[in-house]
Nanobody, 129 residues
């Protein structure tokens, strides 16, 4: 069993920055694959960023150049650094984890909801203009 929890959401003005963090806890030592997703009211959940076990990162086109995903495998923690935030980034952000190693996934795979079994409850990010 894996529990996933996100931290760090909040409200910022357009152009501002936020850092989200996510911690996975499990009954045994495990490696994880990670993804960040977001969902706005009335819209489907969309992949924002994913990271391979070797640190290769994947990004949705809408956030490329503004968001950075990184991981601390020893602490089972992943971060999402969000810069130059825009009002359209407003959403509930979810961290997702899958146990095991991830290598050479395509971006579509890394940002697919179906790739991940363990999800946090989400943290709200609101960007005002």
């Amino acid at each position: 069993q894996v529990q996933v929890a996100e931290y760090g959401g909040g409200s910022v003005q357009s152009g501002g920055s936020l850092r989200l963090s996510c911690v996975a806890s499990s009954d045994s030592i495990a490696t994880h694959c990670w993804g960040w997703f977001r969902q706005s009211p009335g819209k489907e959940r969309e992949g924002v960023a994913g990271i391979e076990s070797d640190g290769v990162a994947h990004y949705a086109d809408s956030v490329k150049g503004r968001f950075t995903i990184s991981q601390d495998s020893a602490k089972a923690t992943v971060f999402l650094y969000m810069n130059n935030l825009k009002p359209e980034d407003t959403a509930m952000y979810f961290c997702a984890a899958e146990m095991g190693y991830c290598f050479q996934r395509t971006t579509d795979q890394a940002l697919a909801v179906e790739q991940y079994h363990y999800w946090g409850h989400g943290t709200q990010v609101t960007v005002s203009s």
